[in-house]
């Protein structure tokens, strides 16, 4: 029997303490662990979103396993938005299986009913657990971030010439939208707008409207990378899709983490947001759950329900980018993150060997000498 919902004015609305996270944990755990209990990989992205998102160490492997309805009880007093928080802990939990067992994916979904929960995600994992990949990622594209998806917004949010009837579809003859992005190359340094100028010309990314580039919508978290201060490896990616999901209130946003962990670790979907393909095994990189975890606890702490994959970024473009992100609120890295490998756009091990290759070829191309603006491969020179 499922948990109601509290009527607001009796909902629990504070930070949840040690014994009570304990409680949270175990239920997390509970509905994910295998018949040998938490793989490695789980019990290192779970415990570090715990211990990050509450400010409590858990020992996961002490907890005993609860029922989904003792569990939901002990959340009497949670409201909806909270018990999604959870129920997307075990979809991260779930997730990172491959493959993910059919009894896995059936008592996340128990215990989120146990909750009042409903997320869209669900019937997506349960694709994947009974090995359907193709029904799984048509299932996604329906139920993911972009499946109220609107053509005429696009020319709203996002500056295109005519409507997109797909949100990831391409944009590569809109040369009004290419000059557009190309002119933040004419702000002044320490701009927003300037950063990402530099992002795209170090990499030999195409401007969005050119023959080459990416898909508008998901152009907008290149943003996101200098706003928050990520670089633009594989790793980093997971880095900004889990801040931007976590600053996102919307639960929907989670699903955004949910595609770059199943195309980045695990190879659940092959290709994503009109350009992504898989390529697996970045997420169990050494030090990534710890990053990861610092990037969900910084996007939790910005400032109001933000939803930067719709944002009108050019209306701040030429704000100073340190003003930008105090008016977020988006704290500094940790230091146990930054320890764990985590790098801007500009330091060594910001940019991948690819994306320095295709950033040189740009600059021969078009007889200018090339800049990587202090980015290097894997804090090597960048030659």
Same mark, same amino acid.
């Given at each position: 029997?499922? @948990?109601?919902?509290?009527? =607001?004015?009796? /909902? *629990?609305?504070?930070?949840?303490? %040690?014994?009570?996270? #304990?409680?949270? !944990? +175990?239920?997390?755990?509970?509905?994910?662990?295998?018949?040998?209990?938490?793989?490695?990989?789980?019990?290192?992205?779970?415990?570090?979103?715990?211990?990050?998102? @509450?400010?409590?160490?858990? =020992?996961?492997? /002490? *907890?005993?396993?609860?029922?989904? %309805?003792?569990?939901? #009880?002990?959340? !009497? +007093?949670?409201?909806?938005?909270?018990?999604?928080?959870?129920?997307?802990?075990?979809?991260?939990?779930?997730?990172?299986?491959?493959?993910?067992?059919?009894?896995?994916?059936?008592?996340?979904?128990?215990?989120?009913?146990?909750?009042?929960?409903?997320?869209?995600?669900?019937?997506?994992?349960?694709?994947?657990?009974?090995?359907?990949?193709?029904?799984?990622?048509?299932?996604?594209?329906?139920?993911?971030?972009?499946?109220?998806?609107?053509?005429?917004?696009?020319?709203?949010?996002?500056?295109?010439?005519?409507?997109?009837?797909?949100?990831?579809?391409?944009?590569?003859?809109?040369?009004?939208?290419?000059?557009?992005?190309?002119?933040?190359?004419?702000?002044?340094?320490?701009?927003?707008?300037?950063?990402?100028?530099?992002?795209?010309?170090?990499?030999?990314?195409?401007?969005?409207?050119?023959?080459?580039?990416?898909?508008?919508?998901?152009?907008?978290?290149?943003?996101?990378?200098?706003?928050?201060?990520?670089?633009?490896?594989?790793?980093?990616?997971?880095?900004?899709?889990?801040?931007?999901?976590?600053?996102?209130?919307?639960?929907?946003?989670?699903?955004?983490?949910?595609?770059?962990?199943?195309?980045?670790?695990?190879?659940?979907?092959?290709?994503?947001?009109?350009?992504?393909?898989?390529?697996?095994?970045?997420?169990?990189?050494?030090?990534?759950?710890?990053?990861?975890?610092?990037?969900?606890?910084?996007?939790?702490?910005?400032?109001?329900?933000?939803?930067?994959?719709?944002?009108?970024?050019?209306?701040?473009?030429?704000?100073?980018?340190?003003?930008?992100?105090?008016?977020?609120?988006?704290?500094?890295?940790?230091?146990?993150?930054?320890?764990?490998?985590?790098?801007?756009?500009?330091?060594?091990?910001?940019?991948?060997?690819?994306?320095?290759?295709?950033?040189?070829?740009?600059?021969?191309?078009?007889?200018?000498?090339?800049?990587?603006?202090?980015?290097?491969?894997?804090?090597?020179?960048?030659?």
């Amino acid at each position: 029997m499922a @948990t109601p919902l509290p009527p =607001d004015h009796q /909902a *629990l609305l504070t930070a949840p303490d %040690e014994v009570e996270v #304990a409680h949270l !944990a +175990r239920g997390v755990v509970s509905a994910v662990a295998g018949p040998g209990g938490l793989s490695e990989l789980q019990a290192l992205v779970l415990g570090a979103q715990f211990e990050a998102l @509450t400010g409590h160490s858990i =020992d996961l492997a /002490a *907890l005993e396993p609860i029922e989904p %309805e003792e569990f939901a #009880a002990g959340m !009497a +007093r949670r409201n909806l938005a909270f018990r999604s928080r959870i129920v997307q802990q075990m979809l991260l939990g779930e997730l990172i299986l491959a493959p993910i067992p059919p009894e896995v994916s059936d008592r996340v979904t128990r215990f989120a009913n146990a909750l009042s929960v409903t997320d869209d995600l669900l019937g997506f994992t349960r694709r994947l657990s009974e090995g359907s990949l193709g029904l799984a990622a048509v299932d996604f594209d329906r139920n993911g971030y972009s499946a109220d998806w609107d053509p005429m917004l696009a020319e709203e949010r996002l500056g295109v010439a005519k409507p997109l009837a797909d949100a990831w579809e391409q944009s590569v003859d809109d040369p009004a939208l290419a000059a557009r992005w190309a002119s933040l190359g004419d702000l002044p340094d320490g701009t927003l707008g300037n950063g990402v100028w530099r992002l795209y010309r170090a990499r030999g990314f195409e401007f969005p409207g050119s023959p080459g580039s990416a898909p508008p919508l998901l152009a907008q978290h290149d943003w996101v990378h200098v706003l928050a201060d990520f670089g633009t490896t594989l790793e980093n990616e997971l880095e900004v899709f889990g801040y931007i999901a976590r600053a996102n209130d919307d639960p929907r946003g989670f699903s955004l983490l949910a595609m770059v962990v199943s195309l980045f670790e695990t190879g659940h979907l092959a290709t994503a947001a009109g350009l992504f393909e898989a390529d697996t095994g970045h997420l169990s990189t050494r030090g990534m759950a710890t990053r990861l975890a610092d990037a969900s606890l910084r996007g939790a702490l910005t400032t109001g329900s933000n939803d930067f994959m719709a944002l009108d970024w050019f209306a701040i473009a030429d704000r100073p980018l340190d003003v930008v992100r105090a008016e977020f609120g988006i704290p500094p890295k940790s230091a146990a993150a930054v320890a764990a490998g985590s790098v801007s756009a500009w330091e060594p091990g910001g940019i991948s060997p690819f994306q320095l290759r295709a950033g040189m070829a740009a600059a021969e191309r078009d007889g200018r000498p090339y800049e990587a603006f202090g980015a290097t491969v894997d804090g090597g020179p960048g030659r």
